[in-house]
């Protein structure tokens, strides 16, 4: 039965762990030795010797086989038409149609792994790092931790939705934004407790926003939830679905929800109607990072190890390495303001042209 309604106080989100322990060193002295003779001291107007302003670019680092980055998380384009690439360990990248700035913890950001990416109403980018969330103006960044209400520093999940809420899916748990603190939203208790998982329930995968208002959330072993601002309905596999770990969701413009689980394929839930897609019929793989729909209504989703699948509706079309795309762990697609398909993840970022995919470097080519 897919009707199972939970009655729950505002908000919720996911969260899951990828930290790694920090290295302990003695502290410096409460007083700074003066330097001998030959000791040299950074000149003041050399760029090098000092750390950016806050909110500034750094330089370029120095990337394999002229990467982007070795990772390419998630893809985001402002309303200034920038395009924002998270990486796993960089921080985030713009690119604003001429060159590209990096920007990372010297910059002022709290962690380097970018998690995900959304832009508010005003224009202020949202960044959720391993470290907590960032948001930035356009000079600087503002950010925001378990101090502030964040259930837990990794957060896995950041959406805007369309009443302007910012909301945050955590390592432990769902929480939105009210303009100066963070408010947990807990989730009712799944129905499936035993569930394959990478961490735990609490762990907030994804969020998504449908057509009717509805805010959907994935989470690492306890299903689906759908809110729709005062009931909480849980999907789990008791009401058909293939796995309960739910990795991305995405509505399509007929309104069918698809779900990418991490280890039962792809789902498409049509009107309590689950169709599964998996290595067991038309996928290489079960796990599923990303899902999209491009302007023409095709549905692309990742397989681990496979690429990318392109579904037009009736037939599943595998773009991996022969096709020219070398991220066989895809965690990324998406399509610009110009009709461009962008996909990254393990390898890099690369851009679909005709039937082949680009790898795009530092250097490119961007067109």
Same mark, same amino acid.
């Given at each position: ?35 001998? !003779? ?6 003041k107007d050399d760029p090098a010797a000092? &750390?950016?302003?806050?909110?500034? &670019? ?17 893809i985001h384009q402002d309303r200034q038409?920038?395009?924002?690439? #998270? ?5 985030? *990248?713009?690119?604003?149609? =001429? ?14 792994? %970018? ?5 508010d109403s005003k224009g202020n980018l949202?960044?959720? =790092?391993?470290?907590?969330? !960032? ?22 999940? %950041? ?5 302007? @809420? @910012?909301? *945050? ?9 009210? #303009?100066?603190?963070? +408010? ?19 762990? @907030? ?11 959907? %959330? ?6 689906? /939830? ?7 309905? $849980? ?13 991305? @969701? ?10 990418? =689980? ?23 793989? $079960?796990?599923?990072?990303? %899902? ?6 095709? +549905?692309? =989703?990742?397989?681990?190890? /496979? ?12 773009? !991996? ?11 990324? *697609? ?34």
């Open positions: 039965m897919l009707q199972r309604l939970y009655s729950c106080l505002p908000v919720c989100l996911i969260g899951s762990l990828l930290l790694f322990p920090a290295c302990q060193s003695a502290p410096p002295p409460a007083v700074a030795p003066v330097p001998t !003779a030959t000791e040299q001291l950074p000149a000092l &750390p950016p302003p806050a909110g500034s &670019p750094v330089p370029s680092p120095e990337v394999e086989n002229n990467q982007l980055a070795h990772y390419i998380r998630n038409g920038n395009l924002w690439f #998270g990486t796993n360990s960089y921080g985030v *990248i713009r690119y604003d149609g =001429t060159a590209l700035a990096y920007f990372n913890d010297k910059s002022g950001l709290p962690g380097t792994q %970018i998690t995900g990416m959304t832009e949202w960044l959720g =790092t391993n470290d907590g969330v !960032a948001k930035y103006n356009g000079r600087t960044f503002v950010n925001y931790s378990v101090a502030n209400g964040l259930p837990h520093q990794q957060v896995w999940s %950041i959406f805007s939705d369309s009443k302007g @809420i @910012i909301w *945050i899916g955590t390592h432990q748990g769902l929480c939105w934004f009210n #303009g100066v603190n963070f +408010i947990p939203v807990p989730l009712p208790a799944s129905e499936v407790s035993d569930s394959p998982s990478r961490f735990s329930n609490k762990c @907030i995968w994804s969020i998504m926003e449908d057509s009717k208002g509805n805010l959907w %959330i994935g989470t690492d072993g306890g299903g689906a /939830y759908r809110y729709d601002g005062k009931n909480f309905l $849980n999907l789990t596999t008791k009401d058909g679905l293939s796995d309960n770990s739910i990795d991305c @969701i995405l509505e399509s413009r007929n309104g069918d929800i698809w779900m990418g =689980t991490r280890f039962g394929g792809l789902i498409r839930y049509t009107g309590g109607k689950v169709s599964v897609f998996s290595q067991d019929n038309v996928l290489g793989n $079960n796990e599923v990072c990303a %899902i999209h729909e491009d302007p023409a209504g095709n +549905i692309w =989703t990742s397989s681990e190890g /496979y690429g990318v699948y392109r579904y037009d509706g009736t037939t599943f079309t595998n773009y !991996a390495e022969k096709e020219g795309l070398g991220v066989r762990a895809v965690q990324t *697609i998406f399509t610009d303001r110009d009709g461009q398909l962008w996909a990254g993840g393990g390898g890099g970022l690369f851009r679909l042209e005709g039937d082949t995919f680009v790898h795009v470097g530092q250097t490119g080519p961007w067109e």
